[in-house]
């Protein structure tokens, strides 16, 4: 009886030991993952894609075009704009991101149109390393003319500035 209870306390106690390192390590895992922030700038190599491509069916659903300035990339949601800066010569270009690409197994960060590569000078190189960063988009409305917001004192009467200058609480 007394070797089935020392069992029974060693696999309780073993047990406790292999658990409360295991809880602590998911604690860790939960903590790390509130404070962990997304990646926004990317540095890495860059390929082009163009007539071969052409009218072929993008991750957006639209037909490719060489002639406009897109790329695909994972590493961004479909749609964002992007400024793509060539590091060997500085030279820069905004795209959106239209597409998946390139097969991660390659080690390349972005795929853009033929155009964007053009822009960029690296047309006959075929891979040139890039420096990646988004740009934030501001959405504006023009406020109209007789838009209501503020009354100024044109569209006021005269009898209304001078009730207004005269009547000063005391």
């Known amino acids: 009886m007394r070797t089935q209870l020392r069992v029974i306390g060693l696999v309780v106690v073993a047990s406790l030991l292999w658990i409360t390192p295991m809880f602590a390590v998911s604690q860790g895992a939960k903590v790390q993952s509130k404070a962990r922030k997304f990646k926004t700038q990317y540095v890495g190599t860059a390929s082009w894609y163009g007539e071969k491509r052409q009218g072929l069916k993008m991750a957006k659903g639209q037909p490719f075009d060489r002639q406009k300035l897109t790329a695909g990339s994972w590493y961004f949601p479909l749609g964002t ?9 500085g030279e820069s270009v905004v795209v959106t991101i239209t597409d998946r690409g390139p097969n991660l197994r390659l080690h390349r960060i972005l795929d853009l149109s033929e155009a964007a590569a ?13 420096f990646i960063y988004p740009v934030p988009s501001f959405e504006t409305k023009a406020a109209g003319f007789d838009s209501g917001l503020t009354r100024t004192p044109a569209s006021q009467g005269p009898g209304e500035l001078e009730a207004k200058a005269i009547a000063v609480p005391m």
């Open 81 to 89: 704009k992007v400024r793509v800066v060539n590091v060997k010569n």
């Open 118 to 130: 053009e822009r960029l000078g690296y047309v006959g190189q075929g891979l040139t390393p890039v």
